[in-house]
Nanobody
Framework: VQLVESGGGLVQPGGSLRLSCAAS????????MGWYRQAPGKVRELVAT???????NYADSVKGRFTISRDNAKNTVYLQMNSLKPEDTAVYYC???????????????WGQGTQVTVSS
């Protein structure tokens, strides 16, 4: 299973970015999908997750500003980020929980990360 992220970049405070993460390869089923981030010198933290039933969960720091969504037909998860703040600066990673076959276990798969920098 391979994950390809896109959409990161440099944006001014108050601006918006949309991240995408497409999963490909030998995928039978995807359960949860999510976004995490890691700022320099800090541990990786959860940003948002969405289940197969489209139930969402957000970190308190991004509630009301970020929206996670998924397109099951494309095996893709999105993160719409609005009202960005300098403290949102980090490398953003997507993660999917997927199974490669019927009856097989689900495992976590991670993307390579995409840099988001919020600065004037």
């Amino acid at each position: 299973v391979q994950l390809v992220e896109s959409g990161g970049g440099l944006v001014q405070p108050g601006g918006s970015l949309r991240l995408s993460c497409a999963a490909s390869g030998s995928i039978f089923s995807i359960n949860a999908m999510g976004w995490y981030r890691q700022a320099p010198g800090k541990v990786r933290e959860l940003v948002a997750t969405v289940t197969n039933g489209r139930r969402t969960n957000y970190a308190d720091s991004v509630k009301g500003r970020f929206t996670i969504s998924r397109d099951n037909a494309k095996n893709t998860v999105y993160l719409q980020m609005n009202s960005l703040k300098p403290e949102d600066t980090a490398v953003y990673y997507c993660k999917v929980v997927a199974s490669r076959g019927m009856g097989l276990n689900f495992y976590d798969y991670w993307g390579q990360g995409t840099q988001v920098t919020v600065s004037s």
